[in-house]
């Protein structure tokens, strides 16, 4: 099968993770497989690399810096393709498949269309999204809603990663949309991320950790206003923040919630290094307004941990210690409640982790990915 992957950007070379690990994954596993002969198209990055090889897979970006303005969106589609039309000239593609449902998503439709293949679009981030304090999702943008409004009505399967995103799904179509949807959540490479050390432990305040970018859409406000009613109760208890903090913003945030004593910044951490870290933590705590899956939450999992999280992405597929985007009073009574209990739930975290590896691995990930293009082929 010839899989043709549209997306508005991609990893440059096999060490660059960028900001979508899953997708990188996803995509160097299914060019290893066998019969399946993988193309990306990647609009606006990397710059200045118009043909490369990312394992077996053959990748065509085609920007030359990141100043774009909507001419050069345009010119990058047009470009994008005539080099889709030259390639399904050399062998037609069998499937066109967008990693997310906006701009890459209008665009594959339009190859689907005009080169009448089946048309497959993921649903990998904001899509969904209209939180308008934060100026956060696509809902809030009159195109980008209209790109992902057109994507959804042309693709054969719209895929989502987790039944919070579903329930977005029926808030804003109807029964049309609804049937077209399929869950395949994005896969975790449990090589990386497993349990280095299984011994649950003993604590009155184990260590809190959070993997995520300092973005409005995390919020970290909501972390830190949780964490200043459970220092309440633990003073001593840290909480570590990893992720990239372009804005220098988060010892700001931590001062104004009155827990900056309490907060550790670990910094960006590259994805090699991502599960040393989690293994060093106690307890994994989320807060996000928003995910479309919440790899971070599942990757903490597989290493083990018991996760705290706002009720957002497969987070309450994962774990029942949820609360709602921006209850930092709930989030709280579950970061305590973990802590109170924490020999009993570390091992309800290390005994779910078989269950967790069956549904949300790389692994498992590939194969349903390869069942679908199968299926549509």
Not at 160 to 189: A, N, R
Not at 244 to 273: C, H, M, P, Q, T
Not at 337 to 358: D, G, S, T, W
Request: aromatic share 12%.
């Amino acid at each position: 099968m010839r899989i043709a992957i549209i997306t508005t950007g991609f990893s440059k070379d096999a060490a660059d993770y960028g900001g979508a690990a899953a997708f990188h994954n996803l995509v160097r596993e299914l060019s290893l497989q066998q019969d399946i002969d993988i193309s990306v198209f990647a609009f606006y990055y990397p710059f200045d690399q118009p043909e490369y090889n990312f394992y077996n897979a053959k990748v065509f970006s085609f920007a030359s810096s990141g100043k774009l303005n909507e001419l050069k969106k345009f010119n990058i589609w047009r470009n994008c393709e005539k080099k889709f039309a030259a390639e399904h000239r050399k062998e037609k593609f069998d499937i066109v498949h967008s990693m997310w449902a906006g701009e890459s998503g209008f665009v594959a439709s339009r190859f689907s269309r005009k080169f009448k293949i089946p048309f497959i679009a993921n649903i990998a981030g904001g899509e969904l999204a209209g939180i308008e304090e934060i100026g956060y999702g696509s809902r809030i943008k009159q195109v980008q809603r209209y790109f992902v409004d057109r994507t959804f009505s042309k693709a054969q399967v719209i895929i989502s990663g987790s039944d919070f995103i579903i329930d977005k799904i029926k808030t804003y179509y109807d029964e049309t949309i609804l049937s077209k949807v399929q869950i395949i959540p994005f896969g975790v490479d449990d090589s990386m991320f497993f349990v280095k050390e299984a011994d649950p432990g003993a604590t009155d305040a184990p260590a809190l950790i959070s993997v995520a970018n300092i973005v409005p859409v995390k919020s970290h406000d909501t972390l830190f206003k949780a964490l200043k009613i459970v220092n309440e109760k633990y003073p001593a208890l840290q909480l570590e923040c990893y992720g990239r903090d372009d804005r220098n913003v988060l010892e700001d945030l931590a001062w104004s919630n009155g827990v900056a004593g309490n907060v550790i910044s670990g910094g960006f951490k590259d994805y090699e290094k991502v599960p040393d870290v989690l293994n060093k933590g106690a307890i994994f705590v989320s807060s996000s307004l928003y995910e479309s899956e919440n790899m971070s939450a599942i990757e903490a999992a597989f290493c083990g941990l018991p996760v705290v999280s706002t009720a957002v992405g497969a987070a309450p597929e994962i774990t029942e210690h949820v609360a709602p985007p921006g209850d930092f009073e709930t989030l709280a009574e579950k970061i305590i409640y973990v802590i109170e209990n924490y020999p009993a739930e570390k091992q309800k975290a290390l005994n779910k982790r078989a269950e967790l590896v069956e549904k949300y691995s790389l692994k498992t990930a590939v194969q349903n990915f390869i069942n679908l293009y199968k299926s549509l082929v």
